[in-house]
């Protein structure tokens, strides 16, 4: 029975609301010194060109690296080039909504977890003043939204991500689609060119040679990050209890009481997790692992070396 708890199923308002929390901080280059995307990532992340301004005398504080020492040395006085940032850098929300990701053991299940990033992304990257499209999937369907600089375009992605979230059932019969990871990210590389941002909200349940094959060919003139969105159950079970796993249509009813079941599973699960953060860090990929287990703006706040936000 499909239920109004925010935590199981996401809504447009929820996701709206997010617009508000969506400030102080970014997905492009010049990241706090703490920030997981800087350092040795910091290269896979080139941001907005540069388009040049103006030359003009040298002032304390400039870059020495953009002294123009041709017009120095005809002028004798020091003289740097100016440039600015080009403005337009749309971004590309790849957001799974597929059965395996409709779990949770603790606060969110992974396809709400994964809504909530996606509009946190795509409100931070309106209000740098840049387009903002989508590929939204499930099982069953792909949904393309090509970047527009609009709080529509917003929206549309949104109720396409709602839709989507609420139609997970775990009644439903029909079996997990993992190629569906590599058919929709064949749907973002056509729509993202050069010089985009492309932001992957998954599992990455299916992930295999021909998905990394396409996400090599989309880095190469665009920026890119996944968020691997995973369950805090991943790494821990409880001793207590029976837990139902499912893939959609096979179903196995797990008692954690013992341990003969439930050490077999927790091996799996880890498994799967350190698989695909090692399958993310072969790419040379930004790769930002984001958990069911508490606020997701919270935790990109931590992993951007933000402050948390304040309360009054």
Do not use: C
């Not at 896979?44 to 005398?57: A, D, S, T, V």
């Amino acid at each position: 029975m499909l239920t109004d708890d925010p935590r199981v199923y996401t809504n447009l308002k929820d996701l709206n609301s997010l617009e508000h929390r969506a400030r102080g901080f970014s997905f492009l280059p010049r990241q706090p010194v703490h920030s997981i995307l800087a350092g040795r990532h910091s290269s896979r992340l080139r941001g907005r060109g540069l388009n040049f301004e103006e030359i003009r005398g040298y002032l304390p504080g400039d870059d020495i690296r953009n002294i123009d020492w041709k017009v120095t040395a005809r002028l004798r006085k020091p003289h740097v080039r100016v440039y600015t940032e080009e403005r337009d850098r749309p971004a590309i929300l790849l957001v799974d909504q597929r059965i395996s990701m409709f779990f949770g053991s603790s606060v969110y299940v992974k396809s709400v977890t994964a809504a909530r990033l996606a509009a946190l992304v795509a409100w931070t990257v309106f209000h740098a003043g840049d387009r903002v499209g989508a590929v939204v999937f499930n099982d069953r369907e792909i949904r393309m939204f090509p970047p527009l600089r609009s709080r529509r375009r917003i929206l549309e992605i949104f109720q396409a991500v709602v839709e989507m979230n609420r139609a997970l059932d775990v009644e439903d019969t029909s079996r997990a689609n993992y190629g569906q990871l590599t058919r929709a990210l064949e749907q973002v590389r056509r729509l993202a060119k050069h010089d985009h941002l492309i932001a992957i909200m998954s599992d990455f349940a299916g992930a295999d040679d021909e998905s990394a094959r396409l996400i090599l060919q989309m880095v190469q003139h665009n920026d890119l990050f996944a968020a691997v969105v995973h369950d805090p159950m991943a790494m821990e079970l409880g001793s207590r209890g029976r837990l139902v796993v499912s893939e959609g249509e096979l179903q196995v009813e797990v008692d954690l009481g013992d341990r003969k079941e439930r050490e077999p599973l927790l091996e799996f699960t880890r498994a799967r997790l350190q698989d695909v953060v090692k399958y993310l860090k072969k790419l040379a990929i930004p790769v930002l692992p984001v958990h069911t287990g508490e606020d997701v703006v919270e935790q990109v706040r931590q992993m951007l070396g933000h402050q948390s936000e304040k309360r009054f």
